[in-house]
């Protein structure tokens, strides 16, 4: 390994600590403020305000793309060094967001409107309500549009301890906002909306004025560069089609369960999806700090480190999840009942479900950061959004003929798995990518783990009743034996001896210390 490469590994591992302490302050937060808005709002509520932001999520298939092609232009320039393009690149994007902007804004108040208040499945007495919750759900996706330029270029530059700082404020603020909900005379379901959309406007403040006094091409200007506009709408119109797949897939079948199941199941829904969310923060850590390097080694022509990326990047985050997964999978009605006291009918079930989703989708994303990369994605879309778009009629099918409401997940989990073929042959298309070398370095590993690791845990709830000692107690033995098949079955016998080498060396370091 050259020294550049070690440097880059140095800085993936600083930037993932720096994030992690980031989630826990914000996981914990997070799960204290759902329990409690929870309770203020009541299930119909929280329901509604999951179902009726989704709704304005759903817009996103609009502007989602042209979010990523913003980062995916400034992490380019950045490792070509070229700064003039990269100032016109940031300049560029922001005209954009702007008249994209007011495009969504267009469009949801004409569709998003007519479908909330004629075609949704919500009680007439909390319609009004519901239409406050559009409405400041518009203003702050339109806030966090505008911003997602000034984000891209903390990530581009790996300044990830800025996110880790900022979100001590912003946690803070989200506190208030359940204190003022508590005390608050207004409709609460209205309040916690509004308050929200005040939450946003600050952090787009924040980030907005650290990134113009500390990155020089962070300073708008009205460029209209023909050439550039092209090649990123062009980027982007072909990114839309695999957005408008995800946005189906997930907002979408929000959609469906609310036309046919109701208001509870879509609050079971979005709890089981916080906790996800949860999990996968861990994750989001580690792939922040890393696609950066893989979308920059592509630039500098470094295809063998960013293969070696790909493999070790892909099997490196899944286990993060597993790990984490393990006792949560096994004990998620116990946790749930802890958390939230009384969860709606099916959250704990929906929650082991979006994690095996979310596992399948996480296999796939260091392949998607090197195919974006390329810049070619032109075919890769295509066929990702031919096969991907199959989960919303597939949802649609299973709801008529009467299947039950977690066949959701059932069919997103198997075609998101498939969908993973796709990028393999993709990148091999593209890069020369080996496939043999990421399924016997990644896959292979992967599979191995996520059997063997269930093993002894499950043998745990057959033996003692559900409790806070059991959870405890699973917890206990998942976790050191889910790390023990990974260090046995995950790991090839360099990176045992690279890992025991730096624990060694850890250790002596403490000794002399002490």
Known sequence: MNEDNASNNRRIAKNTIVLFLRMLLVLGVALFTSRVVLQILGVEDFGIYNVVGG????????SAPISNTVSRFLTFELGTGNREKLAKVFSTSISVQIILSLV??????????WFLNFKMNIAPERLEAANWVFQCSVVSFVISLVSSPYNAAIIAHEKMSVFAYVTIFEVLLKLAVVYALYISGFDKLV??????VFVSLLMRIIYGVYCKRNFEECTWHPVFDKKLIKEMCSFAGWNFFGNTAYILNTQGVNMLINIFFGVTFNAARGIAQQADAAIMQLVNNFTTALNPQITKSYAKGNIEYMSSLI???????????????????????????IWLVNPPEDTALFLRLA????LMSLLGNAMFTAIMATGKIKRYQFEVTAFGCLVFPLVWIAYYFGFSVEWAYIIYIVIYFLLNGIRCSTLKRLVNFSTGNFIKQAMVPIFIVSFASYA???LIPYYFEPSFLRLLLTTAVSVPFTALCI???????????F??????????CKLKRG
């Not at 994690?355 to 979310?358: C, D, E, F, N, Q």
């Not at 260090?487 to 001896?497: A, D, I, K, T, V």
């Not at 890992?499 to 250790?507: D, F, H």
């Open 55 to 62: 709704l304005v999520i759903m817009f996103s298939t609009i």
């Open 104 to 113: 969504v804004v267009i469009v949801a108040e004409v569709v998003g409107l």
């Open 191 to 196: 309040a916690y909306a509004i308050l929200l």
């Open 311 to 337: 493999n070790h990047g892909t099997k490196y985050s899944y286990f993060l999840m597993y790990l984490i997964s393990v006792p949560v999978v096994i004990e998620a009605d116990t946790i749930l009942k």
């Open 355 to 358: 994690i095996y989703g979310s």
């Open 456 to 458: 002894l845990p499950l």
């Open 487 to 497: 260090w046995c079955f995950g790991l090839s016998p360099h990176e045992r001896n």
């Open 499 to 508: 890992a025991s080498s730096k624990l060694m060396s850890i250790i002596k």
